[in-house]
C-alpha cells in the first residue's frame, strides 16, 4: 500500500523537527505558479533557509527533503 501524501508529509515535518529544523510548504494555490506545491527546511535556531531556495522560494520537492534528511 503507498504511503499517501500527506501522511509521507507529516513524518517528514516530525523527522526535520526532531532535527531542530521547520518544514513548509508553499501557501499557493495558483497550480500554474512555479512554487506551486514546493518545501523548504529551515533552520529553526537561525531561521535560514537550509534546502529549497535555488533558484526560486519552495522549490524543493518532499522527496528532495526526505532523501535530504535521510542522508
Keep these: 500500500m503507498a504511503e499517501t501524501d500527506k501522511v509521507k508529509e507529516n513524518r517528514v515535518r516530525r523527522v526535520a523537527e526532531r532535527r531542530g529544523m521547520r518544514l513548509e510548504k508553499s501557501r499557493r494555490r495558483d497550480p500554474k505558479a512555479i512554487d506551486f506545491g514546493g518545501y523548504m527546511l529551515i533552520d529553526a535556531a537561525t531561521n535560514t533557509v537550509i534546502l529549497g ?17 535521510n542522508a
Design 53 to 69: 531556495s535555488t533558484s526560486y522560494a519552495y522549490s524543493a520537492s518532499l522527496d528532495d527533503i526526505e532523501e535530504f534528511l
